[in-house]
């Protein structure tokens, strides 16, 4: 799996949008992008995923550069119970998911 | 909706013991994976499992062994515990579909193991 580069921490203001950024470099052209989020206390929980185009759920949105080297992860409208670590995750055509290093969101009230 | 179950939640070993994890997908899920979450650490892939024949390995400790049941429960045998296997360990299961990189999978509440 590609590796990805994720800021180590972002801090947002609740009711406010929060862009995620992720940049994985090596992506290969049959990898798909997934993004899963662990709150405190948590098992990982499955935020979105996409391939080539922007792809949208209750969730969030993900945005996915031209070049498939980056992408962003989007919440419209930050809560404090989206405090979590978010982790952007290249996977191939195998069934784990490698989770390097998230980034930590804190939302402040 | 239901969910992944693991049991138990809290599990306390000694030293050289052995101990075993047990874990309910959510029904109709076919895969089954484990993953070790360490202090301060992210979740590291141990292994899954696909209608029952083991589908992926990742950095498993020969020490543990894990299988899946017809039931399609699966559970985590670890023996010989070392001080360093103390950790979250975590369940999760998807749905039949094309398999691999497009799976969704879903998380258990894991089970956190602490070995004395």
């Known amino acids: 799996d590609a590796k990805t580069t994720q800021p180590n921490s972002m801090e947002s203001n609740e009711e406010e949008p929060v862009h995620l950024p992720c940049n994985h470099s090596t992506i290969s052209g049959t990898d798909y992008i997934h993004w899963y989020r662990q709150l405190p206390s948590q098992g990982p929980e499955y935020v979105i995923h996409g391939l080539t185009s922007n792809v949208n759920n209750r969730m969030a949105s993900l945005a996915i550069a031209e070049d498939r080297k980056s992408s962003t992860l989007i919440l419209h409208r930050a809560t404090l119970r989206d405090a979590a670590v978010y982790y952007c995750i290249c996977r191939g055509s195998n069934y784990k998911l490698t989770f390097g290093k998230g980034t930590l969101l804190t939302v402040n009230p | 909706a239901a969910g992944v179950i693991q049991s138990p939640r809290h599990l306390i070993k000694e030293k050289r013991e052995t101990a075993t994890l047990k874990c309910y997908p959510i029904p109709r899920h076919d895969t089954v994976y484990w993953y070790q979450q360490g202090p301060g650490q992210d979740p590291q892939f141990l292994i899954s499992?696909?209608?029952?024949?083991?589908?992926d390995k990742g950095s498993i400790p020969d020490r543990f062994s894990a299988q899946q049941f017809s039931d399609y429960h699966s559970e985590l045998n670890m023996s010989s515990l070392e001080l360093g296997d103390s950790a979250l360990y975590f369940c999760?299961?998807?749905?039949?579909?094309?398999?691999?990189?497009?799976?969704?999978?879903?998380f258990g509440p894991g089970t956190r193991l602490t070995v004395l």
């Open positions: 999760a299961s998807s749905p039949p579909g094309f398999g691999g990189h497009t799976d969704t999978q879903y």
């Open positions: 499992f696909y209608e029952k024949m083991q589908s």
